[in-house]
C-alpha cells in the first residue's frame, strides 16, 4: 500500500506539475512554441467545424432555392396558359360584340331601306 500511495503522489505531482496561483507556468518538457501549435491546432479544429457548419447550412439555402426557382417557373407557365385562356375568351367576347354590332348595323340599315321603300311608294 506504501508503493502505491507513493505512484499516486507521482502522479498527481505528474498531473499539477507547473501549476501555479495565477496560471499554469510552462514546465520544462513544453517549451512555448509547442504551447502555440497545440492553441493554433485547437483553433483550427474550431474553424473547420465553423466551415462544416456553413456548408450544411449554404447546402440547405441551395435546395431552398432551387425549389423556389421550380416552383416559381410553374407559377409563370400557369400564368402564361391562364392568360392565353383569358385572351381567347376575351377575342370570343369581341367576336360576339362585333358580331351584335354587325347585326345591329344591318337591322338599322334594312330598316331604313324599308322605310325609305314604304315612304317611297306612298309618296308615290
Avoid at 485547437?42 to 449554404?58: P, T
Avoid at 432555392?65 to 400557369?78: A, C, K, P, Q, T
Avoid at 402564361?80 to 348595323?105: C, I, P, Y
Wanted: glycine share 6%; net charge negative; charged share 30%.
Amino acid at each position: 500500500m506504501n508503493s502505491r500511495s507513493f505512484r499516486d503522489r507521482n502522479a498527481r505531482t505528474a498531473l499539477f506539475d507547473g501549476i501555479e496561483e495565477g496560471g499554469i507556468r510552462a514546465s520544462s518538457s513544453y517549451s512555448t512554441h509547442e504551447i502555440d501549435e497545440q492553441e493554433n491546432d485547437r483553433a483550427i479544429d474550431g474553424l473547420q467545424d465553423r466551415v462544416n457548419l456553413l456548408k450544411r447550412i449554404s447546402g440547405d439555402i441551395h435546395e431552398e432555392v432551387e425549389s423556389h426557382n421550380h416552383m416559381l417557373d410553374r407559377m409563370g407557365n400557369d400564368m402564361d396558359a391562364s392568360r392565353g385562356v383569358l385572351s381567347g375568351t376575351m377575342d370570343k367576347f369581341k367576336m360576339v360584340f362585333e358580331t351584335k354590332s354587325n347585326r345591329r348595323m344591318f337591322t338599322l340599315v334594312a330598316s331604313f331601306v324599308v322605310v325609305f321603300l314604304v315612304i317611297y311608294y306612298l309618296t308615290k
